[in-house]
């Protein structure tokens, strides 16, 4: 079993900062792209940031420059730096990996994995 469990929202003031965390575990042959999307009430999951395995970032044009997605390949686990925040940032923040499992008959298999989310808001 596979699961990814995020962690490091919260309250935060407009101009502050958190870190989110997400923890990939179980039997993980590899990960492939890692993702933060997030999901503000009333609207649709959006793409945050992308990372590949080799450490490159992408990040949507609302959050770039102030938002900061790393991993940890020895840990599976992901970051968001978010600094500057804006009260416009308040959702629901949630993790999402492409990960490889081998089977009970030794294929490889890569399927998508989302993690339960974790709520962020920014307000005064």
């Known amino acids: 079993q596979v699961q990814l469990v995020e962690s490091g929202g919260g309250l935060v003031q407009p101009g502050g900062s958190l870190r989110l965390s997400c923890a990939a575990s179980?039997?993980?042959?590899?990960?492939?792209?890692m993702n933060w999307y997030r999901q503000a009430p009333g609207k649709q999951r959006e793409l945050v940031a992308t990372v590949t395995n080799g450490g490159s970032p992408n990040y949507a044009d609302s959050v770039k420059g102030r938002f900061t997605i790393s991993r940890d390949n020895a840990k599976n686990t992901v970051y968001l730096q978010m600094d500057s925040l804006k009260p416009e940032a308040k959702a629901v923040y949630y993790c999402y990996a492409k990960i490889g499992t081998i089977t009970e008959e030794d294929l490889y298999a890569a399927m998508d994995y989302w993690g339960n989310g974790t709520p962020v808001t920014v307000s005064s």
């Open positions: 179980g039997s993980i042959f590899s990960i492939n792209a």
